[in-house]
Each structure stands twice: as structure tokens, then as C-alpha cells.
């Protein structure tokens, strides 16, 4: 999570997503996002239900995803996205994207993560079932190599 407050400095999170990872159970997420949540840099903010209704309908889309979707749109921030229908969706709407692996290729250029440490975590993550395409894969792995040079 300290990634994110490094790069971004302040992050925005709809309540429905703020619910969805903390109400459900204490989970080592949910408490590291209540804590971010206390100190102040990640935001919980509400977003109009109809909106969120509106266009889960009509794209559909999950409604955490398509709260996310609304929250960037009104605000105009750059949303953190992985679901490609979610980020079509956005896109439609001229809301700019990034996604985990992105954000984490972010992080090795701002010299927050080894490009050792990129590698390590994206491994980690396709073992626990992230869905990364071969050929993506590569090709981040080379930019976390050549970020540094």
C-alpha cells in the first residue's frame, strides 16, 4: 500500500469498494486498507448509486468496477483498473487507466522497487492466479530491467 501513497500521494476509493474489502471480514487487506483509511491518504467517497446502477446495466460491468469508473470520471483521476471490460468501459468515457502491473513498473522507475523486487512480486502474483499474458509478461520484465539504464 505504500507504493501507492508514494506515487500517487492521495488515493480515492468509492465506498462500495471500501465496503466491499473491509465489511465482508478482517482480512490482512481490510486492515491495511482501514489503516490508510485512518492516516488520512486513501479516501473513501461516496458515489450516486444510480450512476453506478446506470452504468453497470448498460456495460456490464461489476459494480465496484463501475463505481471505480464513476469516482475517476467525476474527478477526473487516473483509475487503477485490471478488469479489460472495466478498462473499455473507461476508456469510453475518456478516463485515463493504468493497471497492478502498471502501477507496480511505476514504482521501479521512481526507484521505489528493485527491478529484482518487480519481478519477485509479479511472480507471486501470477502463482496466486493474477492472469498476465506471456508475451505481457516479457515485455515488463524487460521494462523493469531497462527502467534503471
Given at each position: 500500500m505504500s507504493i501507492l501513497k508514494d506515487l500517487f500521494g492521495r488515493v480515492l476509493v468509492p465506498r462500495?469498494?471500501?465496503?466491499?474489502?473491509c465489511d465482508a471480514n478482517k482480512s490482512p487487506?481490510?486492515?491495511?486498507?482501514?489503516?490508510?483509511?485512518?492516516?488520512?491518504w486513501l479516501e473513501v467517497h461516496d458515489v450516486g448509486i444510480?450512476?453506478?446502477?446506470?452504468?453497470?446495466?448498460?456495460?456490464?460491468?461489476?459494480?465496484?468496477?463501475t463505481a471505480a469508473i464513476v469516482l475517476a470520471e467525476s474527478v477526473g483521476a487516473l483509475?487503477?483498473?485490471?478488469?479489460k471490460t472495466g478498462r473499455r468501459v473507461a476508456e469510453t468515457l475518456n478516463v485515463n487507466c493504468i493497471g497492478t502491473v502498471g502501477?507496480?513498473?511505476?514504482?521501479?522507475?521512481?526507484?521505489?522497487?528493485?527491478p529484482m523486487e518487480f519481478r519477485e512480486l509479479i511472480d507471486r502474483m501470477v502463482d496466486q492466479g493474477f492472469r498476465l499474458d506471456t508475451k505481457v509478461y516479457?515485455?515488463?520484465?524487460?521494462?523493469?530491467?531497462d527502467a534503471l539504464r
Open positions: 462500495l469498494v471500501f465496503e466491499e474489502v487487506d481490510s486492515i491495511i486498507v482501514t489503516e490508510a483509511v485512518q492516516s488520512g444510480d450512476s453506478i446502477k446506470r452504468l453497470a446495466a448498460i456495460s456490464g460491468t461489476h459494480s465496484g468496477e483509475l487503477i483498473i485490471d478488469d502501477v507496480l513498473l511505476k514504482a521501479v522507475t521512481q526507484r521505489l522497487m528493485s516479457r515485455r515488463v520484465m524487460k521494462a523493469a530491467e
